[in-house]
């Protein structure tokens, strides 16, 4: 059974009888684990804010995401706000998506459904994030993690983290290093495939840029070699 001080990165949630109830520790606060089993085999799992004190998210787990749990709750632990409320998420959802790192593309739009929420896909994983702080991630080998994010504390940047980190342990293994990147701001890029400012001073950002080198040519020999 474990106990109170057990670090959550050695916790095994199938060995948790029917019922029973466990504390595990992060480096970013507590977390509070349930398992269900009468009607239906699950955990609850409860995640503190930074303070100890206040109920930052609950997550629902099925047997199958077992093995996932402990790095995503300690991903949510380390996101989640110093103090939390009973109050909704004051993130926009479409920054959200926005922000998500795996997001590969976003210069389409965001994509809204009629509830408000927002959702992406990526290879092997999808997203979907609701403006009562609801989230859901599923892999295309029917993986869950869902739950909820208490709180209006949780920024667009915070919800993202927990969206990203999610994604990451669901995605397929190609999708690992997908990253946002968009085209420096003043620059653009010729036939040559070198990045070019468009003014005196604009700089652009060295994570954004994708660019290749043209080759170098040998020289033309000289005139009766």
């Not at 939390?84 to 998420?89: E, M, N």
């Not at 959802?93 to 590969?104: D, E, I, K, Q």
């Not at 997908?178 to 652009?204: F, I, K, M, V």
């Amino acid at each position: 059974m474990p106990q109170a001080d057990t670090p959550l990165d050695t916790a095994d949630l199938s060995t948790l009888a029917d019922r029973q109830q466990a504390w595990f520790t992060t480096g970013h606060g507590p977390v509070f684990v349930r398992r269900y089993a009468r009607s239906s085999d699950f955990v609850r799992a409860a995640v503190h804010s930074a303070n100890g004190q206040d109920r930052a998210a609950l997550l629902t787990l099925h047997p199958d995401a077992y093995p996932l749990a402990p790095a995503w709750l300690a991903a949510i632990a380390e996101a989640a706000p110093h103090t939390a409320d009973h109050r909704h998420p004051s993130a926009a959802m479409s920054s959200v998506r926005l922000l998500a790192r795996m997001t590969p593309d976003h210069r389409n739009g965001i994509p809204r459904q009629t509830d408000g929420s927002a959702d992406w896909s990526m290879p092997g994983a999808t997203a979907r994030i609701w403006p009562d702080g609801r989230i859901e991630l599923r892999g295309t080998t029917g993986t869950e993690l869902t739950g909820r994010l208490e709180g209006s504390e949780w920024d667009h940047w915070k919800v993202a983290a927990a969206a990203d980190a999610g994604l990451r342990l669901l995605c397929a293994p190609e999708a690992l290093h997908l990253t946002s990147t968009g085209e420096p701001s003043g620059w653009h890029r010729p036939l040559t495939g070198r990045w070019t400012g468009a003014g005196p001073g604009r700089a652009g950002s060295a994570r954004a840029v994708r660019c290749t080198t043209p080759p170098r040519w040998p020289a033309a020999p000289a005139a009766g070699a």
